[in-house]
Each structure stands twice: as structure tokens, then as C-alpha cells.
């Protein structure tokens, strides 16, 4: 079972920045927060992932909370193309990725 | 870098036929590749993972002689959907990951209908 919740969906103004929240309050000590996103009948899509520290790619910021039970993905300036469904994943000890539903996140112009 | 390619992209078979598909990384060595389906609407579904040289573990609910699965090289892992039905049709995502087995990176997915 996935071991995050997201919201169900979202809107985001085109430019804007877009926050998108993960709750991931059974995490332990050593397991990272991964992000993907997913546009329409693609694979999905690695966008950045964390353990403790904050993280910044040239794709999102990724900020966690000290007690790690909670994460958002920030996408600083939103644009049509970021509209996809994005998934917050924490694996298990196998390394397996069990997905949960995801935030639709729709950029509106 | 980090590129995982899938052949082919979409098939259409007949009901009662095998339909093998390919998952290659591309630029890395592979040593756990995933398997997942996704039906319409819904979310990926592991369905099993598949550590080169070694028997694939199935997720509960996945019939293993019915999805074979073979990673015999560290680039290399195939699904083998085996007496397809149209409740088989579904698009067919691999993942790859490499040494340190911390990202997966994701093939472009295989859409297969069975008719």
C-alpha cells in the first residue's frame, strides 16, 4: 500500500508557483521522499527526491518538514506543460514503489 | 542520462496469443527493473520486480505463469503477457534502477489491447 496522501487534485495560474503537498507521517529515519509526475499516457516522469535536507533541481524545489512527516513539491513558475498528475512515493525496503492517487494538477493560462 | 526505452510502444493482439515486451536502460546498468500496469483513470499498480540474473517476485494477485518475466542482462528485461485476454489490455510500464537502487527511472510505457 502506498504509504503518502495527496489531494486530489489542484489549480495553478500559469507563472505562478505551484505547491504541491504530500503527507507522509509513517516514514522512518532512512527512507527518502521521491517525486514523479505523469503527463497523459507517458511514463512517468523523476523529478527529485530527499531524505532530510531541502532540495533544489532545475526542474522543483523539494521541501521537508524536521519531522519528515510531510513534504511539498514546489514548481516555481508554473507553465501549461507542468499540467500532469504528480506522485509523492515513499518505497519500501525493497526499493518497490507502491503509488497512490496522485495530485492532478491542472495549470490554467 | 538515465534513459529506460520499452518495444513497442502499443500492440494489438488477438485473444489466446503471447505478446513479449522489451525494457532497456539504455545509458546505465540496470540491477532491479519494475513492472506495472495501469488501467484507464487509475494509478500504476506494481506488479512485480525482477533482480538481473534471478526469479521476479510477484506481487500478490499477479499470476507469475501467466507474466513471465526475464531480466537476463543488466540492460535487459522482458514481460510476456501469455494467453492474453481482453481483460490483459492495459498500458505496460517498466522502471529501472541502477547500483546505488535509489530512483527508478521509467520506460514510456506499452499500450497493449487484446482483442
Known amino acids: 500500500d502506498a504509504k503518502t496522501t495527496q489531494p486530489t487534485s489542484m489549480d495553478c495560474a500559469e507563472g505562478r508557483a505551484a505547491n504541491l503537498p504530500c503527507n507522509h507521517s509513517t516514514i522512518s529515519g532512512n527512507e527518502y521522499v521521491y517525486w514523479y509526475r505523469q503527463i497523459h499516457s507517458q511514463g512517468p516522469q523523476y523529478i527529485i527526491h530527499g531524505l532530510k535536507n531541502n532540495e533544489t533541481n532545475e526542474m522543483a524545489s523539494l521541501i521537508i518538514t524536521e519531522d519528515r512527516k510531510s513534504s511539498t513539491l514546489i514548481l516555481p513558475h508554473a507553465t501549461l506543460r507542468d499540467t500532469a498528475v504528480y506522485y509523492c512515493?515513499?518505497?519500501?525496503?525493497?526499493?518497490?514503489?507502491?503509488f497512490g492517487t496522485g495530485t492532478s494538477l491542472t495549470v490554467i493560462p | 542520462g538515465a534513459v529506460v526505452s520499452q518495444h513497442p510502444s502499443r500492440v494489438i493482439c488477438k485473444s489466446g496469443t503471447s505478446v513479449k515486451i522489451e525494457c532497456r536502460s539504455l545509458?546505465?546498468?540496470?540491477?532491479?527493473m519494475f513492472w506495472y500496469r495501469q488501467f484507464p483513470k487509475k494509478s500504476l499498480m506494481l506488479m512485480a520486480t525482477s533482480n538481473e540474473g534471478s526469479k521476479a517476485t510477484y506481487e500478490q494477485g499477479v499470476e507469475k505463469d501467466k507474466f513471465l518475466i526475464n531480466h537476463a542482462s543488466l540492460t535487459l528485461s522482458t514481460l510476456t503477457v501469455t494467453s492474453a485476454h481482453p481483460e490483459d489490455s492495459s498500458f505496460y510500464i517498466c522502471s529501472a534502477a541502477g547500483w546505488t537502487q535509489e530512483t527508478q527511472y521509467f520506460g514510456p510505457g506499452t499500450r497493449l489491447l487484446v482483442l
Open positions: 545509458d546505465f546498468q540496470a540491477t532491479t
Open positions: 512515493i515513499v518505497p519500501n525496503t525493497g526499493n518497490q514503489f507502491y
